[in-house]
């Protein structure tokens, strides 16, 4: 997570990243232990069954992959930091590793917030 301010906090900060509990909340309900399937994967109806068996917890996104997965992150997390730091602070990209070699970066449509 890359975050941007125009101006620090009281503390000198531009995020506290003590408060982004929220965020790994978000992401362990999201992303971890689960099984990612596109909406539109021609196995769909074959994979969902193993749901029944509750061999594997899914998750039917739209899309799937790094970059589809940092947009998602992106689009969840940005209004909620916008909107708790009353607009002093915008989230600015996210990346999402697939392993150590690489990563897929979205960031804020509109380019920086910051003049």
């Given at each position: ?76 997390v940005q209004p909620k930091v916008y909107t708790d730091t009353k607009g002093r602070v915008s989230l600015f ?23």
């Amino acid at each position: 997570f890359t975050f941007e301010a125009a101006t620090l906090d009281e503390r000198n900060w531009v995020y506290d990243f003590g408060d982004c509990k929220w965020i790994k909340k978000y992401l362990e309900i999201e992303f971890d232990h689960r099984l990612a399937v596109a909406k539109d994967d021609p196995n769909l109806e074959r994979i969902l069954h193993t749901v029944y068996q509750e061999i594997a917890d899914i998750n039917v996104m739209d899309d799937v992959g790094c970059e589809k997965f940092a947009e998602k992150v992106y689009n969840y997390v940005q209004p909620k930091v916008y909107t708790d730091t009353k607009g002093r602070v915008s989230l600015f990209s996210v990346e999402v590793f697939e392993h150590g070699a690489n990563s897929a970066v979205y960031q804020n449509p509109y380019g920086s917030s910051v003049i």
